[in-house]
């Protein structure tokens, strides 16, 4: 015979103090139950009273109770105990709670899709003894429960309808989707798990790459920082001892006119004295010879007249040592221009430097940042060719058929139409050009022919000059008379061009509500590089 078996609430065996299982059960005289030490607790601090009450029905009693322990309670409470879930098995934060139990929730193990209830690990033994001849489908507890049925038939999601891409119940599948292609859940799941895998790794993948980028982008920040510090650093040791060496040039220069200052002054010195002798010599003479043009005797005059034939002797004054020495004026002069010279020199070598790939030569990205650059250049009246007119204070160069009155002059372009700017490139420089008609948009050497038709002289046409050529239906690029077809692109009456010499950069832009990149070229430029045009119609400096 099948032993019997009756379920009671654990929730029946708390006390109602502690809030936890009874610990030494103790019944008092109006058959509440508490641990022992919670009772003798509450009854101690009603002592003063000597009126002693139930926590929950307050009924009160006198004397005070006898506590005598409860055994039957006691081992009930025992054997609930080994069933009962541990304390960490109360429902915390992020737990899913156990639908059955009262008061404190404990936390659910399994939820069942049937039921559509979850249950702690004592109520879902419950569970699974009462369904014991018709097991129910559970799963894991989840808060999802809801999400897992079929909100229309209240059956579980068990299929998986391919056609629409959508979970479906049992029923949904004879009715709604009867024809669609579909699979069990569990099998949609192994698929897509398989593809999850896949895009799992190679997400780890593009990650380890990605990490393995980042570690070289920190390693070539940081190679790159000891190297600009140590740059710095050898920069700064290096100037010091040029700074000191000029000091010491100072010096030595400083030192060298003060032994000069010191040795002309010296000699000027001895020779004042000698002057001053001799002047005091002439004049004792002068008065002696004054003194003897007065005597009447005629005989003494001649006599005395004989020592004054000899003439005193004179100071060398030609070679004065204020003279022949070293010229100060001369001297500040050399001094000024090797300032000068030296502010060049460091100058262009400093330009050549940071034109190297020691540092990055930033292109600008926008108009905004081109415009910081921004250069105004003039139209150099000596260079234009007679058959292009200067307007608008030298900014707008037309192509006409009358020839100009300009007068002749070794610059002038006597054969192709072109003219040069006055203003040579000047570091990071940018510009911009409206053009109609045909025009050709240079830079150039200044050294580049002007004289008859040839080759040497025509811009593009040479290794002396680089330009774009301006169009009304397409661009070109021509240098040493090679030409480059461009794209094809809108056409923009207006053009920016941007030159960074250093960087050997020549980028020409195409100007209108974006600014879009013609052509660039890289070039060592090797000497300073002027604007210039060649125009079949007219060009204006913006």
Not at 447 to 468: E, M, T, V
């Amino acid at each position: 015979m099948a032993e019997a078996r009756i379920f009671v609430d654990q929730n029946e065996f708390m006390c109602s103090v502690c809030l936890d299982l009874l610990k030494d059960p103790v019944a008092i005289h109006c058959g509440h139950s508490y641990c022992k030490g919670c009772i003798t607790d509450h009854w101690d601090h009603e002592e003063e009273k000597k009126v002693y009450s139930c926590p929950q029905c307050r009924e009160t009693f006198r004397p005070r109770p006898a506590l005598a322990k409860n055994t039957i309670l006691a081992e009930m409470v025992e054997k609930l105990k080994k069933t009962r879930p541990a304390a960490d098995c109360y429902a915390g934060a992020g737990d899913v709670q156990c639908d059955v139990c009262i008061g404190r929730k404990y936390k659910a193990i399994k939820s069942c899709l049937v039921c559509l209830d979850s249950y702690c690990r004592t109520h879902f033994e419950r569970h699974e003894e009462f369904h014991s001849r018709k097991p129910h489908k559970v799963i894991d507890a989840t808060e999802r429960l809801q999400d897992m049925i079929c909100h229309k038939h209240e059956k579980h999601l068990e299929m998986y309808c391919i056609a629409d891409q959508q979970y479906i119940c049992v029923i949904c599948k004879e009715y709604e989707h009867k024809n669609h292609k579909t699979a069990s859940a569990a099998a949609e799941r192994t698929e897509k798990q398989k593809r999850a895998e896949e895009m799992q790794m190679k997400l780890q993948q593009r990650a380890l790459q990605r990490q393995k980028d980042l570690q070289r982008l920190r390693d070539a920040v940081e190679t790159r920082k000891r190297s600009a510090q140590t740059a710095v650093e050898d920069t700064e040791k290096i100037f010091t001892e040029l700074i000191r060496s000029i000091e010491r040039r100072c010096s030595e220069l400083t030192q060298m006119i003060r032994d000069q200052q010191k040795t002309a002054v010296s000699e000027a010195e001895g020779l004042m004295e000698r002057l001053e002798q001799e002047i005091d010599s002439l004049r004792r003479r002068d008065a002696e010879l004054e003194q003897l043009s007065h005597t009447q005797d005629d005989i003494h005059f001649l006599q005395r007249f004989q020592s004054f034939s000899a003439p005193p002797e004179s100071t060398d004054f030609q070679n004065s040592p204020l003279g022949s020495q070293f010229s100060f004026v001369g001297l500040r002069e050399s001094v000024r221009q090797l300032k000068v010279n030296l502010e060049d020199f460091c100058k262009e070598e400093v330009k050549k430097i940071t034109g190297r790939d020691t540092f990055t030569n930033m292109v600008p990205k926008t108009r905004n940042d081109f415009l910081q650059y921004f250069h105004t250049f003039t139209l150099d009246p000596n260079t234009v060719n007679k058959y292009l007119c200067l307007s608008e204070n030298k900014r707008v160069i037309t192509d006409i058929d009358t020839v100009q009155s300009y007068p002749d002059h070794p610059d002038r372009f006597d054969e192709w139409q072109q003219v040069l700017c006055r203003e040579s490139v000047r570091g990071h420089c940018y510009w911009e050009i409206e053009w109609s008609g045909k025009v050709l948009i240079s830079v150039s050497y200044k050294s580049i022919s002007r004289k008859g038709g040839g080759n040497d002289c025509g811009f593009g046409h040479n290794d002396q000059s680089w330009a774009l050529i301006c169009s009304p239906d397409r661009y070109s690029f021509r240098h040493n008379k090679t030409d480059t077809d461009l794209p094809e692109r809108t056409i923009s009456s207006k053009v920016g061009v941007y030159v960074d010499p250093s960087a050997g950069t020549l980028s020409f832009y195409s100007i209108s509500d974006t600014m879009s990149l013609i052509h660039t070229v890289q070039n060592t430029f090797s000497q300073p590089l002027y604007p210039g045009f060649g125009v079949y119609g007219s060009v204006k400096l913006c």
